[in-house]
């Protein structure tokens, strides 16, 4: 038994758990009184206005185009990656997973380095494309992967063509990845803020953050900030929909073979390696070569190490800070979710997982609303800032905690009370201290994360608090190229952690993998 | 010394309840299996006494100390239980030592305890082991030391030797059941096993839809089950209709078989139930012209299992029974015999 079914969890934890979820909500819940006390005409002429419509018109065209432009990419790629004898597939699948490690601003960054006229919705929508497109690549190849050839083989014997059999056997596979994986993307160009900001696309984050910056008109911003939550919350439930559908057709059990690979022709292979080398130049050559050729350039300057060291220290300290109060916060909703099957655990955790629907621009917003008139305390404090970060990168928290608690069965902790130990003893000699290092992983990968993160650090951090991801910024808005690249190559080392953390879930496909890594990690860029 | 008194127990995990009503009494320093198939509730009866449930109704004490019941609730660090999981369940992080040490406090005392209980379960060279490191059947014997180092006054042992292979299974249960005796612990031990707890206990509990059916010694229990459900599931069994004939005695297809225990209340159709072992085969053909005892059947199958074969004969009322022979079965599939039935038989109403 990994779970007490059942059994009332104990009261204190309950209450834990709930007092988390309740702080998680805290931006959702101060976004709603923000916009409620704002009076419905006030709210009625801010819908009403064209400028709500054209915003909300171009989020989600830059939405859609971005996503066909990721399935138009993603899933030939993974097709020509799985099921055929393209030589070099391996390598090839792992180069094409590297702009996951590529934070949208970073990539917007050296293009526009390299192409300071390239501007608008359309370059926009091309950077998207090229760091996005993973997140269909990598769960529609692991489900080509994955597909129990015999189907296949019994639909052939049973009459059906070649490519009847395979769309027959793959389409109820591959058809909820691709799905899970746009939707997906789709809450990242919505969340996005760094490639739309520097392109000047009057998207969603980016309105937010003007008129939050021009400060006379903040209800305007309250009520995009809520259709903007209203469509993330939309993506995100649809996307926890399909991927419980997806994972109904895996096979249950049984070692099951590879796939039989479609010899490809001469002309095919060349097609091929054409192909994924285009989408390798586009989302991964082009952005580093500008990088690099920006730091040399640059080092012709002197380079401030002592300011790069400093933004280093900032964005670590801020971001550690935000993973102990992550973990503080996940760990009785892990151990709720892990331990007990009830209501209460559904409740917080779906409470806690709200924050997959909170872009960084819209925590950063409620949160200085709160500051200001709640709290002034807090405005523009380290404090409020790592709180930000523990609520965005909190779902993050929760599925490590969650995993590394089930993983320990309950007997042991039982047995310590038996040889006599309190509850408190009993649990913190077995449950915590076999979870501990599972748990402090997924401290570590929120800390990572929340160290390249953007718009929430803009908004909320210290005067003259400077982290990486700010430095970049502030660089990037002066064309200072040069100066912003060494800022560039720290982010995108930093992002290579979670970076191969998520890639190693998504391409192992395995349900509780997916389940567990997959959705606290599918926010990680969105937020930069 | 602690005796074990449980009554009117009722308890579940929120949905329909799983123990019902159940009253259950093992004697200071007695060894009792609770037998069961899965669902019968034998593991929740286990987790209520060990303290991991809290029951909905009845009472449970140990000694003069009751541990559970109307408004009281002792936590499992004081009820000075051990117990003995399923596959040992060791702490991964610590080793043998550790372990073993887990429910002693840090004096000096301790150390000499954990020699001496791991010495009792023959474990003493392997104190800096870890636990990944070692088989099975040692892990087992490491999770009985760990349990008995505090010196518990009830033992609880949870099937734990299921996960063993045969050979290491009966071995290992002989030494258990001799070292429990010696220290004349109060044990109570749950399978599902029947050949188990028959083999090991005292006495053995059959539990059956959250209540006990019946509580005897091995033998009482396997010869005279309380209930012909009971009587299939502790053995095979040869069951045959019947007819009372007065005094202690039943008609059957295989003649006249003396009653034992209690007469059936409706004395007309009842059914007579014998063990495989109680019936002999002997050569059909009549001898000297007096009435030959049993009935005629053919053999339609033969089971073997190494150290006795089940012969399964067709009789000539329809009946199908089994008998036992040692070793190899002497008949062949199509042969005619003729089965006596030696003993008493059990009989049930139908």
């Known amino acids: 038994m990994t779970r007490n079914s059942g059994i009332r969890p104990p009261r204190p934890l309950i209450a834990a758990a709930v007092v988390s979820a309740c702080l998680a909500l805290i931006p959702l819940f101060y976004l709603i009184v923000r916009v409620a006390s704002a009076g419905p005409e006030k709210i009625l002429s801010s819908l009403l206005r064209a400028r709500t419509w054209e915003t909300t018109l171009t989020s989600v065209s830059l939405m859609v185009v971005v996503v066909v432009g990721c399935l138009i990419i993603a899933i030939p790629a993974a097709a020509l990656l799985t099921r055929t004898n393209l030589p070099g597939r391996r390598l090839w699948l792992t180069a094409l997973a590297l702009p996951l490690a590529i934070p949208s601003y970073v990539a917007a960054y050296a293009w526009l380095a390299q192409f300071p006229a390239m501007s608008g919705f359309w370059a926009a929508a091309l950077i998207l494309i090229a760091v996005s497109y993973p997140y269909v690549l990598l769960p529609v190849a692991a489900a080509l992967r994955t597909t129990d050839p015999a189907i296949e083989e019994v639909a052939r014997s049973l009459g059906r063509s070649p490519f009847a059999a395979f769309q027959n056997n793959n389409s109820p596979q591959a058809m909820p990845a691709a799905a899970a994986g746009s939707l997906l993307v789709g809450l990242y160009v919505l969340s996005d803020f760094g490639a739309v900001s520097l392109f000047r696309v009057d998207a969603f984050t980016r309105v937010i953050f003007a008129s939050y910056r021009a400060s006379f008109d903040r209800t305007s911003a309250a009520v995009l900030a809520s259709i903007l939550v209203i469509l993330a919350l939309i993506l995100v439930f649809a996307e926890r929909k399909v991927r419980g559908k997806s994972l109904q057709y895996r096979s249950a059990s049984g070692t099951q073979r590879m796939a039989v690979l479609t010899q490809l022709t001469t002309r095919g292979r060349l097609l091929g390696w054409g192909f994924v080398t285009t989408v390798i130049a586009i989302a991964i050559v082009v952005p580093v070569a500008s990088l690099l050729i920006r730091l040399v350039e640059g080092s012709r300057r002197q380079l401030d190490v002592m300011e790069l060291f400093q933004a280093t220290v900032s964005s670590a300290g801020a971001a550690a800070g935000g993973a102990v109060i992550a973990v503080a916060l996940a760990l009785p909703i892990g151990l709720l979710t892990a331990r007990y099957r009830s209501k209460w655990s559904t409740g917080t955790e779906s409470a806690a997982f709200a924050g997959h629907a909170l872009p960084g621009v819209v925590i950063g917003l409620s949160l200085v609303f709160l500051t200001i008139n709640a709290i002034p305390v807090l405005y523009q404090t380290l404090f409020t800032l790592a709180f930000a970060y523990a609520v965005l990168f909190l779902p993050k928290s929760i599925g490590a905690t969650r995993t590394s608690v089930a993983a320990v069965p309950p007997i042991l902790e039982h047995t310590a009370r038996t040889l006599g130990r309190n509850p408190f003893s009993a649990w913190t000699n077995t449950t915590l201290r076999l979870a501990w290092p599972g748990i402090a992983a997924g401290g570590l990968l929120v800390l990572l994360t929340a160290m390249k993160e953007l718009p929430a650090t803009l908004m909320l951090r210290p005067t003259g608090f400077d982290t990486l991801a700010t430095e970049l910024w502030s660089r990037t808005e002066i064309a200072a190229y040069g100066a912003a690249a060494p800022y560039a190559l720290a982010l995108i080392a930093l992002a290579a952690v979670p970076a191969f953390a998520l890639s190693l879930a998504m391409s192992k496909g395995q349900p509780e993998q997916m389940e567990d890594q997959q959705a606290p990690t599918q926010l990680d860029t969105v937020s930069t | ?350």
């Open chain 2, 1 to 350: 010394m602690t005796n074990v008194q449980v009554k009117g127990l009722t308890a579940g995990y929120g949905g329909p309840p799983i123990l019902k009503d159940l009253n259950l009494s093992v004697d200071s320093g007695e060894f009792v299996a609770v037998l069961g198939s899965s669902g019968s509730g034998k593991t929740t009866l286990l987790r209520v006494l060990a303290g991991f449930l809290i029951p909905t109704k009845g009472t449970v004490a140990f000694g003069d100390h009751q541990v559970s019941g109307p408004g009281v609730w002792v936590p499992p660090e004081k009820r000075r239980v051990g117990i003995v999981p399923q596959e040992g369940a060791l702490f991964p992080h610590l080793d043998v030592q550790k372990n073993v040490g887990f429910g002693l406090d840090k004096s000096p005392a301790s150390k000499d305890r954990i020699t001496e209980v791991l010495t009792m379960v023959g474990m003493n060279d392997f104190a800096e082991a870890r636990p990944q490191e070692l088989s099975g059947g040692q892990q087992q014997r490491v999770a009985l030391a760990r349990a008995l180092a505090p010196r518990p006054d009830v033992l609880l042992l949870d099937e734990p030797f299921s996960a063993l292979d045969a050979g290491l299974r009966t071995t290992l249960r002989t030494e258990v059941r001799e070292l429990l005796t010696a220290l004349g612990t109060t044990s109570i031990l749950v399978t599902h096993d029947q050949e188990e707890a028959l083999s090991i206990a005292d006495k053995v509990a059959v539990m059956r839809n959250g209540q006990l059916v019946q509580m005897s010694e091995p033998s009482a229990l396997y010869q005279d089950p309380t209930d012909i459900e009971t009587a299939r599931f502790v053995g095979d069994s040869v069951e045959l209709s019947a007819t009372y004939t007065g005094g202690d005695s039943v008609h059957t297809s295989l003649g006249s078989l003396r009653i034992r225990g209690d007469i059936p209340a409706n004395t007309e159709a009842v059914t007579a139930v014998l063990r495989p072992e109680q019936l002999v085969m002997v050569d059909p053909r009549p001898v000297g012209g007096s009435l030959a005892p049993g009935g005629l059947g053919k053999v339609h199958g033969i089971t073997y299992h190494g150290h006795d074969s089940l012969v399964h004969v067709t009789l000539t009322s329809g009946e199908s029974i089994a008998v036992r022979v040692p070793g190899e079965s002497t008949v062949s599939l199509g042969e005619n015999v003729r089965v006596i039935p030696t003993g008493p038989a059990s009989v049930y109403a139908n």
